[in-house]
């Protein structure tokens, strides 16, 4: 197989090759979450085209799901819908149409038995902290912005340049390898890029000043946001029944074992069903399964360099225990991040403050105890009971709720949750992607298709490109939530008017 076209350095990238759609194609999105079926429902609104979606699990969304326990709705994790993205923002509102509400954003960091706002208020921050401590701040931020780093190759380096040393090792350094589970020095500046982007100590002053008119430019500044009435999934239900509606399929428990590829194109999916195993061809494959996953799959089996890039690809994994507590209104905000050491919990959701129809029960709260953990570990590996006791043994310690008034709990694992961005991960992603980009009607989107930290809106937004790629256009989906504004580089259109047969 070719490898794709090289860009210059320092020239505008070079786009891989597409087969344009045709009448009739078959195209197969692999995967039921934002991306896969994004590009589903575009397809199926287009027509011409015969669209079939491929979830392995029984739930639609991916990481966007919200799960159901006795009436009890919760997200895997929180998604606020807050995008700058025109098409991303329609799209949501046609998909979901009225049953978008609008909800105040507030949360904080639990450090040591203090609140601090987050996103970091500065005067709150520093008064929290106390006086000699906060004058340990302001003179390590000063330090920092008269002898920064020259270079930032880290998170820690990132940080450090926007918040000093000091701020950094308090509110950041803990929280984030609790996440990650490897140090700070380890993980990319290209995450922080993604994440706080715009955002330093002096923007977070301004803000609080209300001096800074274009705080709603930084998208960590937010104070509130839409959100579906029952959560995410929602969105997610909606869009296959409008996929179905439009004469597409979404397949559940459908598992892809293996893509077929012959002459330099894959021409079939291998998936393991509830019935056995079938054998699904098409013209194009647009693709969310973990890039790792992805390589692994392709049937002849890729070059042995090309595997062990895929291989070298590493992912945090996630589990949310949810609560049920007999009694209402616990804390305001929509979530707490956990800093404090000695346990285990790294954030709360309270889902009674996203929306209160996700908790079916007046009087009772639904929390969302969040665990980061790699598949097999420890925690992990725990039964849901012993869970649960966790759980509930932690809030009654961070003295958020009397774990007495926890009356029900359930567990829900989500694998391959985070791609991780580690000292390697570059190495690796460029070299699976060199040989994913000379197929031409192999399409990967979303987080985890992309190895990247993608928001909702970011997946969303690599589908939608891909879908006008199919009919013309040129867009660089790859470049989607880099560390530049996205829409001053390229302009976000369908090359052509959606038309219905008919």
């Not at 759609?21 to 015969?50: N, S």
């Not at 969040?370 to 649960?388: I, N, P, Q, R, S």
């Not at 509930?392 to 003295?399: C, D, I, V």
Request: charged share 25%.
């Amino acid at each position: 197989m070719p490898p794709p076209p090289q860009a210059a350095p320092g020239a505008a990238p070079v786009p891989r090759p597409v087969d344009p759609v045709r009448p009739g194609d078959r195209v197969v999105c692999i995967g039921g979450g934002p991306a896969g079926l994004t590009a589903a429902y575009l397809l199926a609104k287009r027509g011409g085209v015969r669209v079939t979606v491929l979830e392995g699990t029984k739930m639609l969304g991916g990481i966007s799901q919200t799960a159901q326990y006795k009436g009890y709705r919760f997200d895997i994790g929180g998604h606020r819908f807050f995008t700058k993205y025109e098409p991303v923002e329609a799209l949501w509102h046609e998909i979901l149409g009225p049953e978008f509400i609008q909800v105040p954003r507030q949360s904080r960091i639990h450090y040591r038995g203090k609140y601090f706002d987050y996103p970091l208020k500065a005067w709150n921050a520093l008064s929290g902290l106390g006086l000699i401590e906060a004058v340990r701040c302001v003179y390590s931020y000063l330090h920092a912005k008269a002898r920064p780093s020259p270079v930032e190759e880290n998170l820690e380096q990132w940080v450090s340049n926007r918040f000093g040393q000091r701020l950094y090792k308090i509110f950041f350094k803990t929280y984030t390898e609790k996440v990650w589970g490897i140090p700070c020095t380890e993980i990319r500046a290209e995450w922080a890029a993604q994440r706080i982007q715009n955002l330093s100590l002096a923007k977070a002053i301004l803000n609080a000043a209300s001096i800074n008119r274009r705080s709603n430019a930084i998208k960590s500044l937010i104070d509130r946001f839409q959100y579906p009435r029952l959560g995410p999934g929602q969105m997610w239900e909606m869009c296959a029944e409008k996929i179905t509606a439009l004469g597409g399929q979404v397949l559940m428990e459908h598992q892809v074992e293996a893509l077929e590829h012959e002459h330099g194109r894959v021409v079939a999916a291998r998936v393991r069903t509830p019935q056995g195993v079938v054998r699904i061809e098409g013209e194009h494959f647009i693709c969310t399964m973990p890039v790792r996953t992805l390589v692994g799959a392709l049937e002849p089996a890729v070059p042995e360099a090309v595997r062990r890039a895929g291989d070298g690809l590493r992912y945090r994994d996630f589990l949310v225990v949810a609560l049920i507590l007999d009694q209402e209104k616990l804390f305001t905000d929509n979530w707490i991040y956990i800093h404090t050491p000695g346990v285990k919990v790294g954030r709360i959701q309270n889902f009674n403050n996203w929306s209160e129809a996700m908790v079916p029960d007046k009087g009772r709260t639904c929390l969302g105890m969040e665990y980061f953990c790699f598949e097999g570990d420890g925690l992990w590996a725990a039964k849901d009971a012993e869970l649960v006791a966790l759980a509930t043994e932690e809030l009654g310690r961070l003295g958020l709720a009397d774990p007495r008034l926890v009356v029900d709990g359930t567990v829900v694992r989500m694998p391959k949750a985070y791609p991780i961005y580690d000292s390697d991960y570059r190495r690796h992603l460029d070299g699976a992607r060199e040989f994913l980009d000379g197929i031409p009607n192999l399409h990967p989107v979303g987080r985890n298709g992309m190895h990247k930290y993608n928001n909702q809106d970011h997946s969303m937004l690599t589908a939608m490109m891909v879908v006008w790629n199919l009919y013309g256009a040129k867009h660089d989906v790859w470049a989607v939530n880099t560390d530049f504004e996205y829409h001053e580089e390229q302009k976000l259109e369908d090359p052509k008017p959606v038309v219905r047969a008919g």
